[in-house]
């Protein structure tokens, strides 16, 4: 997988993971599944920006 297909799958889990915290909230789901779906968005973003870093900083 190059470096380009690695930040794109990134930064679709990145938008996924987002959109089912939303889903999530807006449903009124339970807040330990809010609370855990807001955790692995924040993951998933971080690991995004991670990646985009990384190749500015080469």
Known sequence: MTYEQ???L????A?????TYL????EGDHPE????L???ALI???RCA???SHDLAH
């Open 44 to 46: 998933a973003q971080d």
């Open 23 to 26: 889903s999530a909230f807006e």
């Open 15 to 19: 938008d996924m993971a987002f959109e």
């Open 6 to 8: 690695s930040l794109d």
């Open 50 to 52: 991670d990646l985009r």
């Open 10 to 13: 990134a930064e679709l889990q």
């Open 38 to 40: 807001a955790t692995e």
């Open 33 to 36: 599944v809010i609370d855990s």
